[in-house]
């Protein structure tokens, strides 16, 4: 099956070696123009023997030029594509998922999937000449600190949400969503306060003294009279109003975290930045950098 699809079109005499990444093994294939397929597809495991594995099978099939295809699937493709990259210079090609399905479907085999059929997918790539060269590794820390940062922005998000869902159970319509009177938003030193003083007076009504002691930044005593007032017209808190503001004070402590944890994968990017070649960009004028 699979065997017929990657002997056709191969360059002669140029070793293809097609890699599927796995969570604890990768998927092996080497094929050439002039033998086809060499051996079976192997399974390696991702440490350093599986890396030995691979070096002694492409030494053993005595060619003298290689193209190394791996799949880039999320961080899996990351270790075993720079330790290639050390010990095979220039012969690293990646490839996305994307274009492996395409493969895929022009080799006639879309509709079924496995490791064997994504590796012969990506000999075909390779044999065409396609693949993208290993990035540099500053390029690569950039990036996973760039996917570091999302995921924590994601997490950021649901935590607000959380935080809201809380607040308005510990003190009914005090926090009103987007678009259905003043929003109250939690980061600033109103909504800070807001939070400090549910916590610590289990959901009942704060004067406009204990809002404005509570405040990180300024708040003007308008601003903490409104919110005052907003307050006392809100039904009284539930019965386990205590348990709740526990909660809420354990989840606040956790945003602060998230807050702390992006502001310091900001500056890891920072640093990254000024040492790739995306630095020159963001010095120009009129261009901003744009955050994940």
């Not at 109250?184 to 289990?202: I, S």
């Not at 509570?214 to 907003?230: D, I, Q």
Request: hydrophobic content about 45%.
């Amino acid at each position: 099956m699979f065997v017929d699809l990657v002997s056709a079109e191969l360059p002669a005499k140029t070793l293809v070696v097609a890699i599927d990444p796995g969570k604890v093994s990768n998927r092996v294939l080497l094929a050439t123009g002039e033998q086809g397929l060499i051996g079976e597809p192997v399974s390696l495991p991702v440490q350093r023997e599986g890396i030995d594995r691979l070096c002694e099978l492409i030494y053993a099939s005595g060619a003298t030029e290689s193209v190394i295809a791996v799949e880039a699937t999320g961080s899996l493709h990351l270790a075993w594509a720079a330790e290639l990259e050390r010990r095979f210079p220039g012969s690293l090609r990646l490839f996305a998922p994307s274009e492996t399905t395409a493969a895929r479907t022009q080799l006639g085999s879309r509709r079924f999937k496995d490791d064997d059929r994504d590796c012969a997918a990506l000999v075909s790539l390779a044999r065409q000449g396609r693949g993208r060269a290993h990035r540099p590794g500053i390029l690569e820390a950039l990036l996973d600190a760039v996917r570091h940062r999302r995921r924590l922005i994601s997490q950021r998000k649901v935590a607000r949400q959380h935080l809201h869902h809380q607040l308005n159970a510990l003190c009914p319509g005090l926090s009103a969503p987007s678009g259905h009177g003043r929003a109250l938003a939690l980061e600033t030193p109103t909504g800070r306060a807001v939070l400090a003083c549910a916590v610590d007076l289990r959901g009942r009504a704060p004067s406009v003294r204990s809002l404005i002691a509570r405040a990180p930044g300024r708040l003007t005593k308008a601003n903490a009279s409104w919110w005052a007032r907003r307050w006392r017209a809100c039904l009284p808190p539930p019965l386990d109003a205590e348990l709740r503001a526990e909660r809420l004070g354990r989840d606040v402590k956790r945003l602060e975290a998230l807050k702390a944890d992006v502001g310091a994968v900001e500056a890891q990017i920072a640093a990254l930045l000024a040492e790739s070649p995306g630095q020159v960009l963001t010095t120009l004028p009129g261009v901003a950098a744009t955050r994940a």
